[in-house]
T-cell receptor
Framework: DAKTTQPNSMESNEEEPVHLPCNHSTISGTDYIHWYRQLPSQGPEYVIH???SNVNNRMASLAIAEDRKSSTLILHRATLRDAAVYYCILRDPYSGNTPLVFGKGTRLSVIA | GAVVSQHPSWVICKSGTSVKIECRSLDFQATTMFWYRQFPKQSLMLMAT?????????EQGVEKDKFLINHASLTLSTLTVTSAHPEDSSFYIC????????????????FGNGTRLTVT
């Protein structure tokens, strides 16, 4: 899987929007962009994923650059429960039964 | 949604003993399960890939005789840490892929809530 680059940490005020960036300049044409998050002392949970078009779900939005070399996870109103490590991961669905490879992610702190 | 259950959620054992961790897919069948290990303040590191009915594939540097993986059914994989030592203390996490997922479907992976192992 291609490598992604994320800031080590970010901070947000409660109820403010949060934009978590991810660079993936070596992304291939078939790589999907996945976002997972890990709350303290828990396993990762799926947030959102996309290929080319922007995606929205009940948890977040994913904005994908036109050249697909970067993407941004958007939490529209951060809550204290959103404090977690957010991982941006590329995965090629045609690569067979491969695991997710986790980088260091971005640790999001939410201030009340 | 799909649920992966890990048991126990935490365990404390004495050095030299063995510990078994279970990973179950509750509402789907998983032909493949993945085992990760996570040390404090670090990211998840893949330990092994477990396929139902066959031997697990271990990542480089992971001792297969120390971390025994059994995937005897489509809903259960177990990781046994044998002769545990304090340096094996870590957070162990499993994840599973639904056997209905087809190549190209790119469905999310489902993760358990982890098992915190402390070896004294």
């Amino acid at each position: 899987d291609a490598k992604t680059t994320q800031p080590n940490s970010m901070e947000s005020n409660e109820e403010e929007p949060v934009h978590l960036p991810c660079n993936h300049s070596t992304i291939s044409g078939t790589d999907y962009i996945h976002w997972y998050r890990q709350l303290p002392s828990q396993g990762p949970e799926y947030v959102i994923h996309g290929l080319t078009s922007n995606v929205n779900n009940r948890m977040a939005s994913l904005a994908i650059a036109e050249d697909r070399k970067s993407s941004t996870l958007i939490l529209h109103r951060a809550t204290l429960r959103d404090a977690a490590v957010y991982y941006c991961i590329l995965r090629d669905p045609y690569s067979g039964n491969t695991p997710l490879v986790f980088g260091k992610g971005t640790r999001l702190s939410v201030i009340a | 949604g799909a649920v992966v259950s890990q048991h126990p959620s935490w365990v404390i054992c004495k050095s030299g003993t063995s510990v078994k961790i279970e990973c179950r897919s509750l509402d789907f069948q998983a032909t493949t399960m993945f085992w990760y290990r996570q040390f404090p303040k670090q990211s998840l590191m893949l330990m092994a890939t477990s396929n139902e009915g066959s031997k697990a594939t271990y990542e480089q540097g992971v001792e297969k005789d120390k971390f025994l993986i059994n995937h005897a059914s489509l809903t259960l994989s177990t990781l046994t840490v044998t002769s545990a030592h304090p340096e094996d203390s870590s957070f162990y996490i499993c994840s599973a892929r639904d056997k209905e997922d087809r190549v190209g479907s790119d469905s999310p992976l489902h993760f358990g809530n982890g098992t915190r192992l402390t070896v004294t």
